[in-house]
T-cell receptor
Framework: GQNIDQPTEMTATEGAIVQINCTYQ??????LFWYQQHAGEAPTFLSY??LDGLEEKGRFSSFLSRSKGYSYLLLKELQMKDSASYLC??????????WGAGTKLIIKP | DVKVTQSSRYLVKRTGEKVFLECVQD?????MFWYRQDPGLGLRLIYF???????EKGDIPEGYSVSREKKERFSLILESASTNQTSMYLC??????????????FGAGTRLSVL
């Protein structure tokens, strides 16, 4: 079956760095997405990786290893506004998104 | 900016009622989706549509139907609401040209409680 695994909850300190991991098993693979969802709000697109390696976008970076079925989202210089859930999703061979349950990130001062 | 608007943020309905959830997008996107989001579970796709009057079943279509009479509007219908349909419902849209990258833009969600 198809499956996405990511930690349920993580805690980090303001100004620090945090890495949120995601492993996936899908029927075919056409890319890996990360979305951010603040409580009570819409998920918003953060990043898309389809090739191996690291994509950097400001304070946020996303990494993909296709051979390992693994991705991570790296958040640097954490701010209180980064407190949110981070959703990992893989695009399968039918171009359907398979979603993880999300990682709730709590930032402490 | 893409805007996806869901008609209600909160709804309370009784078991057996017919429920309509409305979604409108303003960016001329061909693809529209309905998901439900429950604690501890990933987003689950209920139905999607690639064009007007087109619909495709997602992973959990039972108990739901959809309507897409106009490109910008995608409605989710619960024919006879049940308590296990209490959930957060999210609508999304995307450009068909982005099939591979498939960035989806979401509405803020409708939290439905069925009593």
């Amino acid at each position: 079956g198809q499956n996405i695994d990511q930690p349920t909850e993580m805690t980090a300190t303001e100004g620090a760095i945090v890495q949120i991991n995601c492993t996936y098993q899908t029927s075919g693979f056409n890319g890996l997405f990360w979305y951010q969802q603040h409580a009570g709000e819409a998920p918003t697109f953060l990043s898309y990786n389809v090739l191996d390696g690291l994509e950097e976008k400001g304070r946020f970076s996303s990494f993909l290893s296709r051979s390992k079925g693994y991705s991570y989202l790296l958040l640097k210089e954490l701010q209180m506004k980064d407190s949110a859930s981070y959703l990992c999703a893989a695009l399968d061979s039918n171009y359907q998104l398979i979603w993880g349950a999300g990682t709730k990130l709590i930032i402490k001062p | 900016d893409v805007k996806v608007t869901q008609s209600s943020r909160y709804l309370v309905k009784r078991t057996g009622e017919k429920v309509f959830l409305e979604c409108v997008q303003d960016m001329d996107h061909e693809n529209m989706f309905w998901y439900r989001q429950d604690p501890g579970l990933g987003l689950r796709l209920i139905y999607f549509s690639y064009d007007v009057k087109m619909k495709e079943k997602g992973d959990i279509p039972e108990g739901y139907s959809v309507s897409r009479e106009k490109k910008e509007r995608f409605s989710l219908i619960l024919e006879s609401a049940s308590t296990n349909q209490t959930s957060m419902y999210l609508c999304a849209s995307s450009l068909i040209a982005d099939l591979a990258k498939n960035i989806q833009y979401f509405g803020a969600g409708t939290r439905l409680s069925v009593l």
